[in-house]
């Protein structure tokens, strides 16, 4: 509904700072709206309240000791984060990585994909006005972490996954928990899904909102449930299999504007729930698979990359993470570029917001799903 | 691939001298000329051949040495399910003569943002860019952060950067005493160098000679068993 031609009273621009502590941003994101009454006319994201100088560390620390500071970065989905690390500078030595290693790998990094959509769940129905699904998200999600602590001893910062493997084995008890924990999670999310997904108030509030049309996609380079979102089969996993993802069956969701438009709210909501079975998928083909060995590779103790560049991408929870490292032959790496795919993402906010009511613009910024400590490293 | 597209490129836009270069380890890469940028990048998307479709990165390199700044664009294909880096060499200049180089925001919207960040960290200034400003430090802040000759400003608005008394003294501390008890201080890995002016001296010095000596005296057993068995040989 265009609210703006029924209006007949001219108003003026009224300044607001949404931000930077607002619930609705989902950490420290300020966006400076010009509204017209309830209608955004503008908006413009102020980055940098979170900026903690990741690439600037980086250079000063050996190659290792840039794993923690990558789980920083997103701090929801951190095992996703080291993954791509370990891989750039695995494919720079040329290491190979037991197979074991690997599958614990992919599990992790599937387990944390589940965790990090639950958490975008919860909080989306929160930015919407429904408080208890975030209670549901966070029952199950605390499984996951549990899990994680048991093998990492941390809960959100894992550094777990070294270059050339894992740091700690998994054991069978643990892998029959999670097998069992996989049924649960598949009925509950099932039942979350038709508390919320098909609870028509939801659809009415993301149902044709903050539409990403396929070319504004491509333009801005959005990646991950945000290019799926709009209808565009893209999946790295898919497209350019990495670790030992070409070995597992699983299926890319798209969006299909079910509830209304494509590329809409509801439709990158639902690419990230599906995605959760679709995780459940590959974890049960893990379980099947794994197999008795080592869970490190044969990696040197001084680590010196040899020189030379790398670009590496690998899919998160949010969209590609893309790593840039340059090398100069010795030990501290010469510059880590981080691809974040929250960072172009928020830069799609002043396309996405003019002509929206602000209740609307809060349902568009969650639907992007920011990590702001990925966005400002 | 790399050596179809500097082909192209140099058939598409006359002067921009794109040059591959091979790497043998990790990613190949094209240098091309600065100026010429815009052109080879909107060459790139609108090619039928490459469809250059998606802005992945723009970052930059600072080579003080060579006096450099390079900036990487790293283009990806969707469709054809392809990447590439694209290089440009800028000279690094001065505090008012910052690097400048054209603009892409005309051909991806996704530029945008990505150039602002690296205007901020590395003082690359982007000509016809719509929004120039800096984008993760604030808007006074001097200096550019990614260059390696950066030194962090003494103060920011009155405000002390790194007051001595928030800097955390017992750790780095702890690590000079473990080096000092420690049974075998070199397998002490404390992240932090215990060489700062304000830590007690002495403790740095004694740990710094425990070390050395055990080095020294772990160094002699093994040149003693080398030689051992050289002779029992």
Redesign the interface.
Known sequence: MDISKQEKLHTDLLTLNMGPQHPATHGVLRVEIKTDSEIIAEATPHLGYLHRCKEKHSEFLDYRGVIPYTDRMDYLAAMNMEHGYCLAIEKMLGTEVPKRAEYIRVMMAEMQRIASHLMFFGTYAIDLGAFSPFLYAFQDREFILRIFEELSGARLLYNYIWIGGVWNDINDAQLKRIEDFLVELEENVKKYHNLVGENSIFIGRTANVGVVSKEMAYEYGATGPMLRGSGIDWDLRKKRPYSIYEEFDFNTVVGEGIKGQVGDCWDRYHVRVMEIFESIKIIRQCLEGIEEGPIMGKVPKVLKVPKGEIYMRTECPRGELGYHIVSDGTKNPYRVKVKSSCFTHVSMLPEMAPGQMIADFVASIGSIDIVLGEVDR | MHNEVVEFLNAEVSGCNAVANI?????S?ITVDPTFIKQVCSALKSSDKFKM?????V?G??YPEENIIEV?Y?VAS?IE?T?L?IKVRLPRGDENNLPKVESVCDV???A???ER?TYD?LGVVFENHPDHRR????DDWEGY??RKD?VVQEKYMDMVVNPPEKINKDDIEFFAKMRVEHEDPTQVSG?WVDDHAWIDQDLANKAKDRVAQVKAAKKAKADAAKATEEKGE
């Open positions: 790497a043998e380890v990790g990613d890469s479709n998606v802005l992945q990165v970052s390199v600072d990487n790293i969707f399910n990447e880096i991806w919207k996704a945008n943002f990505l960040e960290m984008i993760l430090c604030p952060p990614l950066y992240s």
